[in-house]
């Protein structure tokens, strides 16, 4: 099983916010959410870097897009499409 991708969430020191999003990095899902207690995490201790899959259900550190054209390659890529 290959690590996912580590794509870290850096946000330029300066310029306008960027409307980045996340991704799941096995399904290429958007529909990730921040864990809860709900999902078995006590958000002070826990790793908020790493987020919920709601799909897959895979707990990650999303990979983080900027633009929907990354993203499509992205997504084209967890699919397998050629
Ligand atoms: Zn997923």
Known sequence: MTRPVRNHHARPAHGPPVAEFPAC??????DLHIP????G??????NLAEW??????????????ED???YGEFLA???GAT
Do not use: I, Q, Y
Not at 52 to 65: E, S
């Open 41 to 46: 995490v006590v958000p002070e201790t826990d």
């Open 36 to 39: 809860t207690l709900a999902d």
């Open 25 to 30: 990095p096995r399904c290429g899902s958007r």
């Open 68 to 70: 929907e054209e990354a």
């Open 52 to 65: 919920v899959c709601d799909p897959c259900g895979l707990r990650t550190t999303p990979v983080w897009f």
């Open 77 to 79: 890529a967890v699919h």
